[in-house]
C-alpha cells in the first residue's frame, strides 16, 4: 500500500483536491488545500501498511498530531465537522477508485486495512474537533462574561459594577476579581454594585453579593448595593435575607450621592436663572 501511495502522490492529491474543495465549496482555496493534503499524505506514508486500530500506538503519535492542528485550525475557521472530517475520508474512495481494476486478492486486503485505517483517522478527526469546538465557545463564553462585568469609574474615588442578567457563581468570582484589581489600581475607597439589572435575587444571589462586599472591605473599600427595586425588596424579605450593616439604595444615583457625601462632596440643584 505503501508503494502505491508513493507511485501516485500527484495524482492523489489532484484528486483529493478536487473531492475536498467540491464538499468546502469554496471556502479555502486550493493551494491552501493541496499544502495540507500533502502534508497529511508524507505523515500518513510510514504507517499506511497499519490497520489503524490501536491509535494510541507511538508509531501514530506525528499523524494524530498533525490531525489534531488541522481540526483546531478548522474549528477556528467555522467549518462544520462533517467538512473537516470529510477531508480525510475523501482519501478512501480516492484511492479505492486509483485501485478498482485490480484483482490482487493481497492487494485488496492491504484495502481494507488502509480503508480502516482512515475510518479511524477520521473518527480521530471528529473527535479533536469536537473538543476544539467546546474550547472555543469556554473562551467566547469567559470573554463574553469579561464585558458583561464591567467596573466603571463614576467619581475620583467611586467604582461602579453595573450588573446585568443572572448572577451565579461563576460570574461572581469575575465581579469579585475585576473589582479588586479596579480598587488596586485606582486607590478608590468607594464601590457601587449596582443590581438594578438582575433579573431575579435569591438566597445564593444574595450570598454571592455579601461575599463581594466582604472582599472588597478586606481591600479597604466601603461598598454600597443599589437598584433595588420594590419586587426585589420584597423577595429579599420574604425569603429573610439580611444585609446586615451593608448600605443599600434603591438607584445607582442615590448610592452616588452616598459615596460622594462620604468623600465629603455636597450635590446641590443649581438655582434656574431667570430672565427680565
Not at 91 to 118: G, H, N
Not at 155 to 181: I, Y
Not at 183 to 189: A, D, M, P, Y
Not at 212 to 222: K, Y
Amino acid at each position: 500500500m505503501t508503494e502505491l501511495l508513493r507511485e501516485n502522490v500527484d495524482r492523489l492529491i489532484e484528486e483529493w483536491v478536487t473531492s475536498a474543495a467540491v464538499v468546502l465549496r469554496g471556502r479555502s482555496v486550493r493551494a491552501e488545500l493541496e499544502s495540507e493534503f500533502r502534508e497529511f499524505l508524507a505523515t500518513l506514508l510510514p504507517v499506511a501498511d497499519g490497520d489503524g486500530r490501536n491509535l494510541s500506538g507511538a508509531e501514530y503519535a506525528e499523524i494524530k498530531a498533525l490531525l489534531e492542528e488541522f481540526s483546531r485550525s478548522r474549528a477556528r475557521q467555522g467549518f462544520t465537522p462533517s467538512e473537516t472530517a470529510s477531508s480525510v475520508f475523501a482519501l478512501k474512495r480516492i484511492v479505492f477508485e486509483l485501485t478498482e481494476q485490480e484483482e490482487d486478492p493481497e492487494l485488496f486486503r492491504e484495502l481494507m486495512r488502509f480503508s480502516t485505517l482512515l475510518d479511524a483517522l477520521g473518527l480521530w478527526t471528529f473527535e479533536t474537533y469536537a473538543r476544539a469546538r467546546e474550547e472555543i465557545i469556554q473562551e467566547q463564553s469567559e470573554q463574553l462574561l469579561e464585558l458583561t462585568t464591567p467596573v466603571v469609574k463614576l467619581w475620583e474615588g467611586v467604582l461602579a459594577v453595573p450588573l446585568v442578567g443572572t448572577l451565579d457563581s461563576a460570574r461572581t468570582q469575575v465581579v469579585m476579581e475585576k473589582l479588586l484589581e479596579a480598587l488596586v489600581e485606582t486607590g478608590s475607597e468607594h464601590a457601587i454594585i449596582d443590581i438594578t439589572g438582575v433579573l431575579a435575587v435569591d438566597t445564593q444571589v444574595a450570598q454571592h453579593l455579601l461575599k463581594t462586599v466582604v472582599a472588597a472591605r478586606l481591600m479597604g473599600a466601603e461598598c454600597t448595593i443599589s437598584g433595588i427595586r420594590p419586587q426585589i425588596a420584597q423577595t429579599i424579605v420574604a425569603l429573610g435575607i439580611e444585609f446586615g450593616d451593608i448600605t443599600t439604595k434603591s438607584s445607582l444615583a442615590d448610592a452616588l450621592r452616598h459615596a460622594l457625601r462620604r468623600e465629603g462632596i455636597d450635590v446641590v440643584r443649581r438655582a434656574e436663572r431667570r430672565t427680565v
